[in-house]
C-alpha cells in the first residue's frame, strides 16, 4: 500500500492523537453458546501529515481500542499536505470502497463521510472533497483513503524531477 519512501521511521518525535473509526461485535457460536468479542478500527495521526491504521481485536472494547492504537502506531506513513488541502486530485479502491480525493479552496473544509473524515481530519487535511463510491464498509473505506493518500505525490518531489519551480507545477 504505502511506498518506502513515505513511511514513518520513528514514532517518538511524534504528537499523535487516535480516533476510533469503527467498533464491530462479533459473535463466535460455540456448544457451549456464543462467545462475544470486539474489533476496532483506529486511525492515529498528528495533523501534521502523518497517519496510521490499526485494527484491535479483543474481549473488551478498551481492550480492543488499545491495541488498535499499538498496531496503528507501528504503520504510520507520511502524506503530503499542501496548503491544508492535498496536491492534486487522486482516486484508489480497496475490496469493494472506491474513494476519489481532490483538493479544494480554502474555507471548503472536510466533505467527506464519517470513515473518511477521520482519516483526513487525522492526517491534518483542512479543505478536501471526497466522494466513497460502492461498498461503506468502513474497515474497506479506511483502507482505500489511507492507499490513496498514500499514492499522493510531493509538489517539491514533482519539481525536482522535472526539473521546475513548484509554481510551475501548479500551472501546469
Not at 487535511?125 to 464498509?137: E, P
Not at 517539491?156 to 507545477?169: D, F, P, Q, T
Amino acid at each position: 500500500m504505502a511506498t518506502a519512501f513515505n513511511r514513518v521511521k520513528s514514532t517518538n518525535d511524534l504528537e499523535l492523537t487516535d480516533r476510533l473509526v469503527d467498533i464491530n461485535r462479533v459473535t463466535k457460536v460455540t456448544k457451549g453458546g456464543r462467545t462475544f468479542t470486539f474489533a476496532a478500527i483506529v486511525v492515529v495521526g498528528n495533523q501534521d501529515g502523518v497517519i496510521g491504521l490499526g485494527l484491535g481485536k479483543a474481549g473488551e472494547v478498551s481492550t480492543a481500542i488499545a491495541k488498535g492504537v499499538e498496531a496503528a502506531k507501528k504503520n504510520l506513513i507520511r502524506v503530503p499536505v499542501h496548503k491544508g488541502t492535498i496536491p492534486h486530485e487522486q482516486k484508489a479502491a480497496f475490496g469493494g470502497a472506491r474513494v476519489l480525493i481532490r483538493p479544494a479552496s480554502q474555507g471548503t473544509g472536510v466533505v467527506a463521510g464519517g470513515a473518511m473524515r477521520a482519516v483526513l481530519e487525522s492526517v491534518g487535511i483542512t479543505d478536501v472533497l471526497a466522494k466513497s463510491q460502492g461498498s461503506s464498509n468502513a474497515h474497506n473505506l479506511v483502507k482505500a483513503t489511507i492507499a490513496a493518500l498514500a499514492e499522493l505525490r510531493d509538489p517539491l518531489m514533482v519539481a525536482k524531477s522535472r526539473g521546475i519551480s513548484v509554481e510551475k507545477v501548479f500551472r501546469g
